[in-house]
C-alpha cells in the first residue's frame, strides 16, 4: 500500500506492506523486536537497528547516527513549511554546534551533537539553506520540542 510522508520539507511516498513478522518499506525489510528495537534489512542484506519515537503526529527515527522526523500527510495537507526548524526529540544537553547563524548548509549537513538518554543524537540538516538562528549553546539542557535550529530556504 502506498503511503505518503513528510520528510525533510518534501513529500515522499513508500510502498509499505506486512507479512507475518515483517514490514516491508520499499525494498527494505524492518522488524520489531520484543525489546522495542527495530531491525532493518536493506535489499543487499546488511542489517542495522534503529530506535523510534512517536511525539504527537511525528516520528521520530534514530538510524545509523542520524535522527529523522517524519510526519505522516493527511490527504488535502499543505506541502508547505513555515518553520523549517530542528527540534530536540527528546530532553537532553547540546554537546556541540557546528554552524552559526547566516551560515549556509547542505542537505545532511551535521548542525549539532546533543546527548540524551546516554545516547549522541546527530541533528542535520534536512535541506539546503542558511541557518538564520542557533537557539542554543553547548552546555544548555533542552527539553523535547526545543527549536535548535531555524533555517531558511
Known amino acids: ?18 507479512d507475518s513478522e515483517n514490514w516491508m518499506l520499499g525494498e527494505n525489510r524492518a522488524q520489531v523486536l520484543a525489546d522495542g528495537r527495530i531491525l532493518v534489512t536493506s535489499s543487499d542484506g546488511t542489517s542495522k537497528f534503529a530506535h523510534s519515537a512517536k511525539v504527537g503526529d511525528v516520528w521520530w527515527i534514530h538510524f545509523d547516527g542520524h535522527i529523522f522526523c517524519i510526519e505522516k500527510s493527511e490527504a488535502g495537507s499543505s506541502n508547505s513549511d513555515s518553520d523549517e526548524g530542528m527540534t530536540a526529540p527528546m530532553p537532553g544537553k547540546i554537546l556541540e554546534v557546528k554552524v552559526a547563524d547566516g551560515e549556509s548548509v547542505e542537505s545532511g549537513q551535521l548542525l549539532l551533537i546533543m546527548e540524551a538518554m546516554k ?7 534536512p535541506s539546503d539553506g542558511m541557518v538564520s538562528k542557533v537557539n542554543f549553546s ?16
Open 1 to 18: 500500500m502506498q503511503h505518503e510522508f513528510k520528510f525533510a520539507g518534501e513529500m515522499i511516498e513508500v510502498t509499505i506492506a506486512r
Open 119 to 125: 545516547m549522541e543524537h546527530r541533528i542535520v540538516a
Open 138 to 153: 553547548a552546555g544548555d539542557q533542552v527539553q523535547q520540542g526545543d527549536v535548535l535550529v531555524e533555517m531558511v530556504d
